[in-house]
């Protein structure tokens, strides 16, 4: 089946050759048709697999099928939410790529730079926004975006947005949509709370699943090395240089894990960058071009980067620590094997993290090889330690959003503020900043953070 055969338009017909593809994906192929059709959809499909393409392609036909109507700035029609600032950028890199030949008009919105060149960008008009939901609030509270036109709403890697505890932000906005309009739900991984918000937003939806769900990507092969907490780094460090790899992603659980690492590796001799939330915008675009540049060997991430980066033919995916969240291995690994390339997911487990593995393993249902490396052998005598819960404001969720305003200059380690400075001091605030509510610090939600039941985080997103 090629893609002539899905109803595309020809403007995106040349668009998607002009990308070199000719052969819709599994998840293309069951997706763009009935989106074309105005149905909702409830997609159940990895990451890598072109369910990007798959709602952007008829998103825009859809769109550019209806001309706008009356002069001046014309309305905001399709609203695309999505987890974090690196996936915002993807999804609206593919939005300018696939609509260049259309009359459309796009904007991204996210947190961590400044918010007048938002909007100006949104004063000139918009067709379509891509947006994180806390710097859309941000710009709802400012009313410099209107959301009572849209036509089709995209929940984008819905399944982490909950993860990250979004959803108040999600009922919120929700609320300031047109009752009548096209939702497109796509999810790698399902839970109780990701069916309530299915269940509540989509009416008669097609479903389409590509793959079994809570499941890997089928190209990435997956080994555990057991290796004792103390010689981790020295274990990845050896397997980088005796295997020459080149270009490998690697996470940790903290911020701080995250920068430690990277200086560690350095010192080893391995070219390295890290990225987290409480890097700037400009610096995780840095560390991210010199990645796929083959600037840097090794990007050490927190799980702010699971979703989001998009990286031609990743060969190599470290889990230099296991994630808490079970669902989130299935994120992180799936940052290989992508577009029918082959993956390596290799992770390094210390006697501490057992518990997570086996909860892994329950979530795959399956049992991972484990293979020891000689040299590494587990030394018996190691008693398992508690891990530490990363403190607010320091852990993997705080991710692109959190509150991070680095762009403007509000945000500061742990809660703390210079002298002289206050956070959410009352008051008037200048041009172009970000709100903080009096009494609440950078990097907090407004009112009570989420509960941790049902996978919820404390994090807000920017």
């Given at each position: 089946m090629s893609f002539d055969t899905l109803g595309l338009s020809a403007e995106l017909l040349r668009a998607v050759a002009g990308q070199g593809y000719s052969e819709p994906t599994p998840v293309q192929r069951a997706a763009i048709p009935v989106i074309l059709e105005g149905r909702d959809i409830?997609?159940?499909?990895?990451?890598?697999t072109g369910k990007t393409a798959g709602f952007t392609l008829p998103l825009l036909q859809?769109?550019?099928?209806?001309?706008?109507t009356g002069k001046g700035r014309h309305p905001v029609r399709a609203l695309i939410l999505?987890?974090?600032r690196e996936l915002a950028a993807q999804v609206g890199e593919s939005v300018a790529t696939y609509g260049k030949h259309l009359p459309l008009n796009s904007a991204i919105i996210f947190g961590g730079v400044?918010?007048?060149?938002q909007i100006q960008k949104l004063q000139r008009g918009v067709d379509i926004v891509i947006a994180t939901p806390g710097r859309l609030l941000d710009h709802v509270?400012?009313?410099?975006?209107?959301l009572s036109t849209?036509?089709?709403?995209?929940?984008?890697?819905?399944?982490?947005m909950l993860d990250m505890g979004f959803i108040r932000d999600i009922r919120r906005i929700l609320a300031l949509l047109p009752k009548q309009r096209q939702n497109l739900l796509f999810s790698a991984t399902y839970s109780t709370e990701m069916r309530q918000l299915a269940d509540s937003l989509l009416h008669n939806p097609a479903q389409v699943e590509v793959a079994r769900r809570n499941t890997p990507a089928e190209r990435v092969a997956q080994v555990v090395h057991p290796v004792d907490r103390e010689r981790k780094r020295e274990l990845l460090s050896f397997m980088i240089g005796t295997q020459n790899w080149r270009q490998v992603l690697v996470f940790t659980r903290t911020k701080h894990g995250a920068n430690r690492l990277s200086e560690q590796l350095e010192k080893d001799g391995i070219s390295s960058a890290a990225i987290h939330g409480n890097k700037s915008q400009g610096a995780r675009t840095r560390a991210l071009a010199d990645f796929k540049a083959g600037a840097v060997r090794v990007l050490v991430a927190t799980d702010i980067a699971a979703r989001g980066l998009d990286i031609d033919q990743l060969p190599h995916v470290v889990n230099y620590e296991l994630p808490s969240v079970p669902e989130d291995y299935v994120h992180r690994i799936g940052r290989t094997g992508r577009a029918g390339n082959d993956g390596q997911a290799v992770s390094l487990v210390c006697v501490d993290e057992n518990k997570l593995l086996v909860d892994i393993e329950r979530l795959l249902r399956r049992d991972l090889p484990k293979v020891v490396i000689q040299g590494y052998e587990v030394d018996p005598a190691i008693r398992a330690e508690p891990i530490r819960k990363p403190r607010a404001g320091q852990g993997n969720r705080s991710g692109s959003a959190a509150g991070n305003r680095q762009g403007n200059k509000t945000v500061h380690a742990?809660?703390?503020?210079?002298?002289?400075?206050?956070?959410?001091?009352?008051?008037?605030?200048?041009?172009?900043?970000?709100?903080?509510?009096?009494?609440n610090a950078p990097g907090r939600g407004r009112g009570k953070a989420p509960a941790r039941g049902n996978g919820a985080r404390q994090v807000r997103a920017r």
């Open positions: 409830l997609a159940g499909a990895q990451t890598g859809r769109l550019a099928a209806v001309p706008r999505v987890p974090t400044k918010i007048n060149p509270s400012q009313r410099t975006v209107d849209i036509e089709i709403l995209v929940l984008d890697e819905a399944d982490r742990a809660g703390k503020h210079p002298v002289g400075k206050s956070a959410g001091a009352a008051g008037k605030r200048p041009a172009g900043k970000s709100r903080n509510k009096p009494g």
